[in-house]
């Protein structure tokens, strides 16, 4: 089964495991997370984050980062080169969820279905609360609908 290994700025990465464990309670247990510290070098980060990726074991990786071109995400790069990994910029919690709920997939279609959850998750909702929805004349006092 792929490893899981969330890099963020913190507290970004420990928050994100914490809603796996809301969401898949024995899971979040074989998720790895690494919250980046304004203070810290990115050496010792990266450190760190060798350390932690030596604790998912032989089996291939799926690292996730928040921002392109950040820390964390630079940090993530030098992580995975030149080992059995896969790195994708972006986390949202759609992504990581579906990550997690097809850890069992090979690496490529772990990866494929970590970026459709990120963009199936992110769209305009309509608002269709009554408090935020215009007065017409024949509706009763919105008072009424209001909960």
Known sequence: MNGLFIIAHAPLASAMRQCVA??????AKSIVALDVQAFMP????LAQAR???GQ???DPVLVLTDIVG??????AQKLVDGVHSRLVAGLN???LLRAVSYRHEPLDTLVAR????ASQGVMQVA????????????????RDHQQ
């Open 70 to 75: 950040a820390t964390p995400c630079n940090v």
């Open 51 to 53: 350390i932690l990726m």
């Open 93 to 95: 919690l759609p992504m």
């Open 56 to 58: 998912l074991g032989p």
């Open 22 to 27: 809301h969401v898949f309670t024995e899971e």
């Open 127 to 142: 608002i269709t609360a009554p408090q935020n929805q215009h007065k017409r004349h024949h509706d009763q006092d919105l």
């Open 42 to 45: 990115p050496e010792e980060t």
């Open 114 to 117: 970590a970026l459709a959850g």
